[in-house]
T-cell receptor, first 118, second 114 residues
Framework: GAGVSQTPSNKVTEKGKYVELRCDPISGHTALYWYRQSLGQGPEFLIYFQGTGAADDSGLPNDRFFAVRPEGSVSTLKIQRTERGDSAVYLC????????????????FGPGTRLTVL | AQSVAQPEDQVNVAEGNPLTVKCTYSVSGNPYLFWYVQYPNRGLQFLLKYITGDNLVKGSYGFEAEFNKSQTSFHLKKPSALVSDSALYFCAVRLDTGRRALTFGSGTRLQVQP
C-alpha cells in the first residue's frame, strides 16, 4: 500500500514480557518517527530516525525502550520487561527528505499498534 | 520547551454551521504549526500546516486555519460543518530549526449534529 503500515494492530502481553512493534514507512521516506498515545491524550514523541541512525531519542522514557532501523526503511520498537504503564497506542510516522530550509514536511502516520500489558 | 493547548475537550456544532476548534501554542522561536484529524481506529491524517507566508492556510476537506502570531494561536475553521467531520482533532507545533519532533495538544472532539 501507499501509506505507513504497522504490525501487529493489537498486542496483548503480560507484565515483564518483551515485545516488538514494527513500522513500514512510505517508500522513499528517509525520516521515521515513533510516538506513543495514551488514552485521552495527544501523541507524545519517542524517537526520530534520519536514515539508519537515531537523530533524536530524547523522548524514550527509560532504557527499557529501544528502536532500530538497520536498513533505513523498516523500524522496530522494542520494549523490555513491559509494565502496565506501557499500555498505549504506539504510532509510527514518516516524512520525505527535509528541504534546504531545515525541513518542514508533514509527517504521515500509520494506524498504530495498541499495546495492552496485563 | 514547546507546548500546545487545546482548551476545549469537545466542540458541538450543527451541520451547516461554521465551526472553530481552538489552538494556542508556546515556543521559543518561529513555529511550524499543523492540524491532524483522527477517526476511530485509524491513524492521524494530515489536514494542513503553517510554515511561513500567508497567515490563512487552506487544507483538506474545506478546512482552513489562521495563524495569529500576536495571540500565539492557530485556530482551525470550516465555513459549513458536515456530520462526517465528527472526529478528534489535534494541533501540533515544532520549531523551524532543530528538533523535528512534533508536540501535540490533547485533542478536541468535534461532534457535528444533523
Amino acid at each position: 500500500g501507499a501509506g505507513v503500515s504497522q504490525t501487529p494492530s493489537n498486542k496483548v502481553t503480560e507484565k515483564g514480557k518483551y515485545v516488538e512493534l514494527r513500522c513500514d514507512p512510505i517508500s522513499g521516506h528517509t525520516a521515521l518517527y515513533w510516538y506513543r498515545q495514551s488514552l485521552g491524550q495527544g501523541p507524545e514523541f519517542l524517537i526520530y530516525f534520519q536514515g539508519t541512525g537515531a537523530a533524536d531519542d530524547s523522548g524514550l522514557p527509560n532504557d527499557r525502550f529501544f528502536a532500530v532501523r538497520p536498513e533505513g526503511s523498516v523500524s522496530t520498537l522494542k520494549i523490555q520487561r513491559t509494565e502496565r504503564g506501557d499500555s498505549a497506542v504506539y504510532l509510527c510516522a514518516s516524512s520525505s527528505v527535509p528541504g534546504l530550509a531545515g525541513g518542514h514536511n508533514e509527517q504521515f502516520f500509520g494506524p498504530g499498534t495498541r499495546l495492552t500489558v496485563l | 520547551a514547546q507546548s500546545v493547548a487545546q482548551p476545549e475537550d469537545q466542540v458541538n456544532v450543527a451541520e451547516g454551521n461554521p465551526l472553530t476548534v481552538k489552538c494556542t501554542y508556546s515556543v521559543s522561536g518561529n513555529p511550524y504549526l499543523f492540524w491532524y484529524v483522527q477517526y476511530p481506529n485509524r491513524g492521524l491524517q494530515f489536514l494542513l500546516k503553517y510554515i511561513t507566508g500567508d497567515n490563512l492556510v487552506k487544507g483538506s476537506y474545506g478546512f482552513e486555519a489562521e495563524f495569529n502570531k500576536s495571540q500565539t494561536s492557530f485556530h482551525l475553521k470550516k465555513p459549513s460543518a458536515l456530520v462526517s467531520d465528527s472526529a478528534l482533532y489535534f494541533c501540533a507545533v515544532r520549531l523551524d530549526t532543530g528538533r523535528r519532533a512534533l508536540t501535540f495538544g490533547s485533542g478536541t472532539r468535534l461532534q457535528v449534529q444533523p
